[in-house]
């Protein structure tokens, strides 16, 4: 089993639809994290969850609502957005508190109609 | 608010060639990482970087961390197309998440 997997890989979406993504890590990481990546701009974190509790949200819309049942599943729930929130929605994994590495899924390509 | 600029931002170049990207910075920090990102996958760890001035090596790329320990250098002898993807450096936040930099895109043209 590769280490993050995200599904679904590719995602489009009305303005009006709800949909969700799924992550889920297999190298028994203590942190998971949500990313935007853009054509036009650095990665930009979005949430971070720590031993199950969201210890960050970088100002992110509340049309995006994460959610971290256990330490293994991380779930990003999407309603009404707008095009401009078309982009790559990276997911990542870490051993918070002993290296700054993160582990990336492969991402789900976003694109909002 | 930190910011971490990478040159080039685009970079075309030859099978076999040699190349440089950057990494810069006004701020100090205790390491810095470098991840590539081929088409279609997230990014992976290819080194982290800790002390001023010191210099790593993966096969064919060399990193460098400035002696202020403010900037980076990645360096690829004779690259190949298996080279070819986004290459960001990142360094940690007190916040102990990572903060990418802007990315060079490198295609390597067989």
């Known amino acids: 089993e590769t280490g993050v997997t995200q599904t679904p890989r590719h995602l489009v979406m009305g303005m009006t639809n709800k949909k969700s993504l799924k992550c889920e890590q297999h190298l028994g990481h203590n942190a998971m994290y949500w990313y935007k990546q853009s054509a036009k701009k650095p990665l930009e974190l979005m949430f971070v969850y720590s031993l199950e509790e969201r210890v960050e949200n970088n100002s992110v819309p509340s049309r995006f609502s994460p959610e971290c049942p256990n330490s293994s599943h991380l779930f990003l729930h999407l309603h009404t957005l707008q095009p401009e929130d078309s982009a790559l929605y990276l997911c990542?994994?870490?051993?918070?508190?002993?290296?700054?590495?993160?582990?990336f899924g492969p991402g789900t390509r976003l694109t909002v109609l | 608010t930190q910011l971490l600029e990478q040159s080039p931002q685009f970079l075309s170049i030859q099978e076999g060639e040699n190349l440089t990207v950057y990494c810069n910075s006004s701020?100090?920090?205790?390491?810095l990482q470098w991840y590539r990102q081929e088409p279609g996958e997230g990014p992976v760890l290819l080194v982290t970087?800790?002390?001023?001035?010191e210099v790593k090596k993966l096969k064919r790329l060399t990193f460098q961390f400035g002696d202020a320990r403010k900037d980076s250098s990645l360096h690829i002898t004779a690259a190949q197309p298996g080279d070819t993807g986004l290459y960001l450096c990142?360094?940690?936040?007190?916040?102990?998440?990572?903060?990418f930099g802007t990315g060079t895109r490198l295609t390597v043209i067989p």
């Open positions: 990542a994994s870490s051993q918070r508190g002993r290296t700054n590495t993160q582990y």
């Open positions: 701020s100090v920090f205790s390491s």
């Open positions: 990142a360094v940690a936040t007190g916040a102990n998440n990572l903060f």
């Open positions: 970087v800790v002390t001023g001035g």
